[in-house]
């Protein structure tokens, strides 16, 4: 049997985990889904029923004592799943935990040697990765051989006055990266700053270049019109538009146009690409999710938390409103 548990029963656990996890057990008979915690019992509740969990618990530390979990799903607010996760470590659990790793590099680069000291297997869900429309378009970069030249970015939202919209942005910085496919050597950052709307709200724009050559360019409007998420990904001879279907926004279920040499162009459609129409499958949260179970499953020892080092930096220094950023 491959035993799973969950800590945090809130909104994006339910939205995005919690129909991973359901699927990820209708898909493979020996899986358990064995606890769901939450400090709200009546959410842990709701959460055990909706997703087919067998006991519901407000202690996490009781539920693993019980359970005896394969794998933890740490679905938390940023300032606390560090914390928690680190601790679930120490108790000697594999865990997959929501972004960022550490709401800065500290609680990052600690989060990964608890995970080696303890040696177990520890994911952040940067789940852009996992989007089918996003692995489709690698995959046919991949087939071509060539180098990503340049990845621009737009991350648009509707009415999020955030203090600190850095832990959101870090999901498009690590998008660029993937998709660039190289490490960052620097970033250039300017800020639009919106006072009328709060302290801290802002709008980022960011040049990036990276070890390969490749760069990259990412606007964030938190405050406009639209919620969207949208890639242009050039390489030699081909340019790759992917619109992501983040959240059923208007370009659900998302679309892959690929354009060669100016003239030949191929429309892929998300629907195309999974199972069902399901936000949770489309936004790439039950590939990240099933991939990690997958690999433990196997044996193997995953902390894919390095990958996200760079990531966290710059998350860092877009919170400190930071000019530049040097590797």
Not at 76 to 99: F, Q, R, W, Y
Not at 178 to 190: C, D, Q, R, W
Request: glycine fraction near 6%.
């Amino acid at each position: 049997m491959f035993t799973i548990c969950t800590v945090g029963c809130g909104w994006m656990s339910s939205t995005g985990h919690g129909p991973s996890l359901k699927k990820y057990s209708q898909d493979r008979p020996d899986v358990v889904l064995a606890g769901c915690c939450d400090i709200d019992e009546e959410k842990a509740v709701a959460y055990k029923e909706r997703f087919g969990f067998q006991k519901h618990y407000t202690d996490f530390a009781k539920m693993i004592a019980e359970c005896k979990p394969d794998v933890v799903s740490v679905i938390m607010p940023v300032d606390l799943t560090a914390s928690i996760a680190a601790k679930i470590m120490k108790m000697k659990c594999n865990v997959i935990m929501e972004k960022p790793p550490g709401k800065n590099i500290a609680e990052t680069t600690a989060l990964i040697a608890t995970a080696r000291e303890m040696g177990v297997s520890a994911r952040v869900s940067f789940n852009r990765r996992y989007f089918p429309i996003v692995a489709e378009a690698m995959r046919r970069i991949r087939e071509t051989g060539e180098k990503v030249d340049l990845v621009t970015c737009q991350m648009y939202r509707f009415n999020r006055p955030d203090a600190d919209f850095s832990t959101t942005i870090v999901h498009a910085i690590d998008a660029v990266k993937y998709i660039a496919g190289s490490e960052f050597v620097s970033a250039k950052m300017e800020y639009t700053p919106m006072p009328e709307l709060g302290e801290g709200v802002k709008d980022i724009f960011m040049t990036c270049r990276f070890a390969n050559g490749a760069a990259a360019q990412i606007t964030a409007a938190p405050n406009c019109g639209a919620v969207t998420e949208r890639f242009i990904v050039n390489t030699r001879s081909h340019t790759y538009f992917i619109d992501l279907p983040v959240w059923g926004n208007l370009d659900t279920p998302g679309q892959l146009v690929i354009q060669h040499q100016g003239r030949e162009n191929e429309v892929i459609s998300g629907r195309s690409l999974t199972d069902t129409d399901e936000m949770f499958e489309m936004s790439g949260f039950y590939g990240s999710n099933s991939t990690f179970f997958d690999l433990i499953r196997e044996g193997k020892q995953i902390i894919d938390l390095d990958t996200a080092i760079d990531c966290v930096k710059l998350q860092d220094a877009v919170r400190e409103n930071a000019a530049e950023w040097h590797r």
